[in-house]
C-alpha cells in the first residue's frame, strides 16, 4: 500500500473547491457522470484508429446507489487508469504548487478559470470519503484503488478487479444524505445527464407486480444519445421536431416553429430553438434554453450567449467553443460568444423574414404570439429592428394586418394633421373603448389595435423612427381633435354659457382617489354623444411608461387627469343648460351684474397702471385691486354654489355624468347601484 500526502492543508485545498469552483452541491454527478462518458469515448476513438483491439462490450455508465451503506457508485467500461495515471491525474495535477495557486488566487474566484481540471474533486461536495477502483485498458495493467477522506492525505494499493473501466464510490456525508434518495438522483440525472453521448443507466426499470414495484432486468436509461441537434435537418420531420419540444416542455402549448443551428466555422455551435407562444409577461418566459458543452447540460441561463430578447426563445444550444469555467456553470468573456450571438440574431431575423415572404397568411395567424418576442428585439436590439421593420406587422381593430410602409400608405390621405404629422389613431380595449373607435371609424379613420405588453414602450420608439408622425390614443380627445385639419368647427357656446354648463356638472363629479376631472363645453354636432369622457395622450402614456419603467415612477404618483367633455350641441345638454338659467335666474341676476360691475372696475383700474412700474402705482390703486379681484372670485363662487345647488337635484346631469362614467369602467360601488336605481325611477 502507498500512502502519500497531498501537500497542502484541509483547510486550505477544500474550502476553495467548495467556494469557488462548485457553489451548487448537485453538480457532482453530473462532473462525476461526464467524466465516466469522456473516458469511455475515449476508448472507443482508441478503438477506432485500432489502437485498442480489445472488445468493446457494453458501454454503459452505471449509477447505483445503495442506501443502507450510505454510497453513490459510478461506473464505466471506458480507458480506467494505472497507478502511474491517478498520481498524474488525480494526485498532481490538480494539487501540484497547490499552496502558491491558493496564495495567488485566494481572493479571485473568476481568476481560477481555466486553470486546473478539478472536476473529480466536486466529489468531496458530498462524500466524506471517495474511492477510485479502476483498471487500465492497456495491456498487463493491474487493478488499483486509490482512497481520501478529504484530508491532504490519501492511499493508493493494488486491488482486485476484473474488467476494465473505474467505479468512482462516494461515501455521502451525513449533511448530504438528500442524495441518497433515487427520486433526488433521478431527478439530478435528467437534468444534468439527459443527453450525454454514451448511454448512462441509474438501475433498473421497475413495474407493478402484486400490488408494489419491482425490478426487471431491463436498464433505467436516463439519457438520449442522439438528440435531434445532433442530426442533419434534412434526416427530421416536423413531429420529431414537436415531439422533442413535448419532451422538453412537456406542459408547454405547441411551438409556433423553430430554428435548426447548424455551424462549424468560424465557431462550432449546433442546436435547435424554438418560438413559444408568448402572449404576456415576459419574465415567465425566461431561461428556457439549455446550454449544453458537447452534450453535456451546463445552464439554463444564457443571457450572455443571446441578445436579451433572445431568451424567450425556448430549447438547445451546445456548443464546444462557450468558454465556461472549471465547473462549468459561468461565462467567461470571450470573442467566440459576440459571434455566437450575433450568429443567433441574424439566424432568427432570417427565419422570420422566410416565413413573413413565403407565407404570410400563417405569418399573420402567428402573429399575437410572435408579437411581443418582435417587439422586445426591436426594443433592445438596434440591428434586430433595421431586419424587423421589414416584416414587423401592425394589427387594426378589424383584424387587419399590415407592414409599417403599408400602414403608412393606408392612411397618409386621410390621416394627415394641418402640420403635415402622420397621426396613428389606436385603441388598447376593444370592449372599453368601442364608442371611441366607431367614433373616429365613422370620421373615415383607421384605428390601429395596440394592447400588448411592450406596446406603449413600442409607440414611444416608433415615433422617433417614423418621420413627421404621433401616436393617439381614441380615447385621448374628441374624435374632431384627435386629427386637427383646420375643418369648419361648429358653432361654439358663448363663454358664460360655457361657463354656467362647466359649472353644473363639475361640482357634480365624483370624488375618487388620485383622479382629477376638468370640465368643459364643445360643439361637438347634435347626432353625437351628449357626453364624453378623454384622458390626455401625453400623461396617460407617461402613467402606462411608470408601470414598466422604475425610474419613471414618480408619473405614477401623479393624479389621473380625465376631461369631461359636454357637447353644447346635444339636446339633452342643451335642455339642462335652459331650464338652469330659468330656474336659477332670480339668484343669478344680482351676481351677475356684481361681477360686471367688478369686472369693469378692475378693467379701469389695470388700463391706468399699464406702463407704470411697481413703485410708480400709489398703495391706495394697488390695494382696490386687490380688493376688486377677491370680490370678483367670491361672487364666481358665489354662482356656482347657486348652480351646483340646482345641479344636485338634477337628475339628468348625475344621469349624464353616470352613463359617461359608466362606458369608460369607472362607475362602481354605489355610484353604480344608484345609478341603476335612478334609471328605473326615470323609465
Given at each position: 500500500?502507498?500512502?502519500?500526502?497531498?501537500g497542502v492543508t484541509t483547510e486550505n485545498i477544500f474550502p476553495i473547491i467548495k467556494k469557488f469552483l462548485y457553489s451548487d452541491h448537485e453538480i457532482f454527478?453530473?462532473?462525476?457522470?461526464?467524466?465516466?462518458?469522456?473516458?469511455?469515448?475515449?476508448?472507443?476513438?482508441?478503438?477506432?484508429?485500432?489502437?485498442?483491439?480489445?472488445?468493446?462490450?457494453?458501454?454503459?455508465?452505471?449509477?447505483?446507489?445503495?442506501?443502507?451503506?450510505?454510497?453513490?457508485?459510478?461506473?464505466?467500461?471506458?480507458?480506467?487508469?494505472?497507478?502511474?495515471?491517478?498520481?498524474?491525474?488525480?494526485?498532481?495535477?490538480?494539487?501540484?504548487?497547490?499552496?502558491?495557486?491558493?496564495?495567488?488566487?485566494?481572493?479571485?474566484?473568476?481568476?481560477?478559470?481555466?486553470?486546473?481540471?478539478?472536476?473529480?474533486?466536486?466529489?468531496?461536495?458530498?462524500?466524506?470519503?471517495?474511492?477510485?477502483?479502476?483498471?487500465?485498458?492497456?495491456?498487463?495493467?493491474?487493478?488499483?484503488?486509490?482512497?481520501?477522506?478529504?484530508?491532504?492525505?490519501?492511499?493508493?494499493?493494488?486491488?482486485?478487479?476484473?474488467?476494465?473501466?473505474?467505479?468512482?464510490?462516494?461515501?455521502?456525508?451525513?449533511?448530504?444524505?438528500?442524495?441518497?434518495?433515487?427520486?433526488?438522483?433521478?431527478?439530478?440525472?435528467?437534468?444534468?445527464?439527459?443527453?450525454?453521448?454514451?448511454?448512462?443507466?441509474?438501475?433498473?426499470?421497475?413495474e407493478w407486480k402484486d400490488g408494489k414495484q419491482v425490478e426487471t432486468d431491463e436498464d433505467n436509461l436516463i439519457n438520449d444519445t442522439c438528440p435531434i441537434?445532433?442530426?442533419?435537418?434534412?434526416?427530421?420531420?416536423?413531429?420529431?421536431?414537436?415531439?422533442?419540444?413535448?419532451?422538453?416542455?412537456?406542459?408547454?402549448?405547441?411551438?409556433?416553429?423553430?430554428?435548426?443551428?447548424?455551424?462549424?466555422?468560424?465557431?462550432?455551435?449546433?442546436?435547435?430553438?424554438?418560438?413559444?407562444?408568448?402572449?404576456?409577461?415576459?419574465?415567465?418566459?425566461?431561461?428556457?434554453?439549455?446550454?449544453?458543452?458537447?452534450?453535456?447540460?451546463?445552464?439554463?441561463?444564457?443571457?450572455?450567449?443571446?441578445?436579451?430578447?433572445?431568451?424567450?426563445?425556448?430549447?438547445?444550444?451546445?456548443?464546444?467553443?462557450?468558454?465556461?469555467?472549471?465547473?462549468?456553470?459561468?461565462?467567461?468573456?470571450?470573442?467566440?460568444?459576440?459571434?455566437?450571438?450575433?450568429?443567433?440574431?441574424?439566424?432568427?431575423?432570417?427565419?422570420?423574414q422566410s416565413i413573413f415572404k413565403n407565407d404570410r397568411k400563417e405569418f399573420e395567424e402567428k402573429w399575437d404570439d410572435l408579437k411581443i418576442f418582435i417587439?422586445?428585439?426591436?426594443?433592445?436590439?438596434?440591428?434586430?429592428?433595421?431586419?424587423?421593420?421589414?416584416?414587423?406587422?401592425?394589427?387594426?381593430?378589424?383584424?387587419?394586418?399590415?407592414?409599417?410602409?403599408?400602414?403608412?400608405?393606408?392612411?397618409?390621405?386621410?390621416?394627415?394633421?394641418?402640420?403635415?404629422?402622420?397621426?396613428?389613431?389606436?385603441?388598447?380595449?376593444?370592449?372599453?373603448?368601442?364608442?371611441?373607435?366607431?367614433?373616429?371609424?365613422?370620421?373615415?379613420?383607421?384605428?390601429?389595435?395596440?394592447?400588448?405588453?411592450?406596446?406603449?414602450?413600442?409607440?414611444?420608439?416608433?415615433?422617433?423612427?417614423?418621420?413627421?408622425?404621433?401616436?393617439?390614443?381614441?380615447?385621448?380627445?374628441?374624435?374632431?381633435?384627435?386629427?386637427?385639419?383646420?375643418?369648419?368647427?361648429?358653432?361654439?357656446?358663448?363663454?358664460?354659457?360655457?361657463?354656467?354648463?362647466?359649472?353644473?356638472?363639475?361640482?357634480?363629479?365624483?370624488?375618487?382617489?388620485?383622479?382629477?376631472?376638468?370640465?368643459?363645453?364643445?360643439?361637438?354636432?347634435?347626432?353625437?354623444?351628449?357626453?364624453?369622457?378623454?384622458?390626455?395622450?401625453?400623461?396617460?402614456?407617461?402613467?402606462?411608461?411608470?408601470?414598466?419603467?422604475?425610474?419613471?415612477?414618480?408619473?405614477?404618483?401623479?393624479?389621473?387627469?380625465?376631461?369631461?367633455?359636454?357637447?353644447?350641441?346635444?339636446?339633452?345638454?342643451?335642455?339642462?343648460?335652459?331650464?338652469?338659467?330659468?330656474?336659477?335666474?332670480?339668484?343669478?341676476?344680482?351676481?351677475?351684474?356684481?361681477?360686471?360691475?367688478?369686472?369693469?372696475?378692475?378693467?379701469?383700474?389695470?388700463?391706468?397702471?399699464?406702463?407704470?412700474?411697481?413703485?410708480?402705482?400709489?398703495?391706495?390703486?394697488?390695494?382696490?385691486?386687490?380688493?376688486?379681484?377677491?370680490?370678483?372670485?367670491?361672487?364666481?363662487?358665489?354662482?356656482?354654489?347657486?348652480?351646483?345647488?340646482?345641479?344636485?337635484?338634477?337628475?339628468?346631469?348625475?344621469?349624464?355624468?353616470?352613463?359617461?362614467?359608466?362606458?369608460?369602467?369607472?362607475?362602481?360601488?354605489?355610484?353604480?347601484?344608484?345609478?341603476?336605481?335612478?334609471?328605473?325611477?326615470?323609465?
Amino acid at each position: 500500500m502507498q500512502k502519500g500526502n497531498i501537500g497542502v492543508t484541509t483547510e486550505n485545498i477544500f474550502p476553495i473547491i467548495k467556494k469557488f469552483l462548485y457553489s451548487d452541491h448537485e453538480i457532482f454527478l453530473r462532473e462525476l457522470v461526464s467524466n465516466a462518458v469522456d473516458a469511455t469515448q475515449k476508448l472507443k476513438t482508441l478503438a477506432a484508429t485500432g489502437d485498442f483491439k480489445g472488445e468493446l462490450g457494453d458501454l454503459t455508465v452505471r449509477v447505483k446507489v445503495d442506501k443502507e451503506n450510505g454510497t453513490i457508485t459510478i461506473s464505466d467500461r471506458g480507458l480506467g487508469m494505472t497507478a502511474e495515471e491517478i498520481d498524474k491525474y488525480i494526485n498532481q495535477i490538480a494539487f501540484s504548487g497547490a499552496n502558491d495557486f491558493l496564495e495567488k488566487y485566494k481572493d479571485d474566484a473568476n481568476a481560477i478559470i481555466g486553470h486546473f481540471g478539478l472536476g473529480f474533486y466536486s466529489a468531496f461536495m458530498v462524500a466524506k470519503t471517495v474511492d477510485i477502483v479502476t483498471l487500465s485498458y492497456k495491456e498487463g495493467a493491474k487493478a488499483v484503488k486509490w482512497s481520501c477522506d478529504g484530508s491532504p492525505e490519501f492511499t493508493l494499493e493494488e486491488t482486485e478487479r476484473s474488467d476494465r473501466g473505474t467505479d468512482i464510490i462516494l461515501h455521502v456525508d451525513e449533511d448530504c444524505k438528500e442524495f441518497l434518495e433515487e427520486s433526488r438522483l433521478q431527478g439530478l440525472l435528467t437534468k444534468y445527464c439527459h443527453f450525454l453521448a454514451v448511454p448512462v443507466a441509474f438501475g433498473k426499470k421497475k413495474e407493478w407486480k402484486d400490488g408494489k414495484q419491482v425490478e426487471t432486468d431491463e436498464d433505467n436509461l436516463i439519457n438520449d444519445t442522439c438528440p435531434i441537434w445532433t442530426k442533419k435537418p434534412s434526416d427530421l420531420k416536423e413531429e420529431d421536431y414537436k415531439k422533442f419540444y413535448r419532451d422538453l416542455y412537456p406542459m408547454a402549448d405547441e411551438p409556433l416553429f423553430w430554428i435548426h443551428l447548424n455551424v462549424d466555422y468560424p465557431f462550432n455551435l449546433t442546436g435547435v430553438l424554438y418560438f413559444p407562444k408568448i402572449k404576456s409577461n415576459i419574465d415567465l418566459q425566461r431561461n428556457k434554453i439549455q446550454l449544453y458543452c458537447n452534450q453535456v447540460y451546463v445552464t439554463d441561463s444564457v443571457e450572455g450567449i443571446v441578445p436579451d430578447f433572445l431568451t424567450l426563445l425556448h430549447g438547445v444550444i451546445d456548443s464546444p467553443d462557450i468558454p465556461l469555467n472549471v465547473s462549468r456553470s459561468y461565462l467567461q468573456s470571450d470573442s467566440n460568444v459576440k459571434k455566437i450571438s450575433t450568429y443567433i440574431t441574424k439566424k432568427v431575423s432570417d427565419r422570420l423574414q422566410s416565413i413573413f415572404k413565403n407565407d404570410r397568411k400563417e405569418f399573420e395567424e402567428k402573429w399575437d404570439d410572435l408579437k411581443i418576442f418582435i417587439n422586445y428585439g426591436m426594443l433592445t436590439q438596434e440591428d434586430f429592428y433595421e431586419k424587423a421593420s421589414k416584416f414587423a406587422l401592425f394589427k387594426d381593430t378589424d383584424n387587419k394586418y399590415y407592414t409599417f410602409e403599408e400602414y403608412q400608405t393606408l392612411i397618409k390621405d386621410n390621416q394627415t394633421d394641418k402640420n403635415g404629422s402622420l397621426i396613428y389613431l389606436y385603441a388598447n380595449n376593444l370592449d372599453e373603448q368601442y364608442t371611441y373607435i366607431d367614433a373616429a371609424k365613422n370620421k373615415g379613420y383607421n384605428v390601429l389595435l395596440m394592447d400588448g405588453q411592450l406596446d406603449v414602450p413600442m409607440i414611444n420608439m416608433l415615433e422617433q423612427k417614423f418621420e413627421k408622425s404621433h401616436f393617439t390614443r381614441v380615447d385621448s380627445d374628441i374624435v374632431d381633435r384627435l386629427i386637427v385639419k383646420e375643418d369648419q368647427k361648429g358653432e361654439e357656446l358663448p363663454h358664460d354659457k360655457q361657463e354656467v354648463l362647466s359649472s353644473l356638472f363639475k361640482g357634480q363629479m365624483p370624488k375618487v382617489k388620485k383622479t382629477e376631472f376638468h370640465v368643459e363645453a364643445h360643439a361637438l354636432g347634435e347626432n353625437n354623444a351628449p357626453i364624453v369622457i378623454t384622458q390626455a395622450e401625453y400623461m396617460r402614456r407617461m402613467k402606462d411608461m411608470a408601470s414598466i419603467q422604475p425610474g419613471m415612477s414618480f408619473y405614477g404618483e401623479m393624479p389621473d387627469m380625465f376631461n369631461l367633455v359636454l357637447n353644447s350641441d346635444h339636446r339633452l345638454i342643451k335642455q339642462v343648460l335652459s331650464d338652469a338659467e330659468t330656474a336659477c335666474a332670480e339668484k343669478l341676476v344680482p351676481v351677475e351684474s356684481e361681477i360686471a360691475m367688478l369686472t369693469l372696475r378692475r378693467n379701469e383700474l389695470q388700463k391706468a397702471q399699464e406702463g407704470k412700474k411697481d413703485e410708480e402705482i400709489p398703495t391706495a390703486e394697488k390695494d382696490e385691486l386687490s380688493d376688486v379681484e377677491k370680490k370678483i372670485e367670491a361672487q364666481k363662487t358665489e354662482k356656482e354654489n347657486i348652480l351646483n345647488g340646482y345641479a344636485a337635484d338634477n337628475k339628468v346631469v348625475h344621469q349624464l355624468i353616470d352613463l359617461a362614467l359608466l362606458q369608460n369602467n369607472m362607475l362602481k360601488g354605489e355610484a353604480l347601484t344608484n345609478f341603476v336605481k335612478r334609471s328605473v325611477e326615470m323609465i
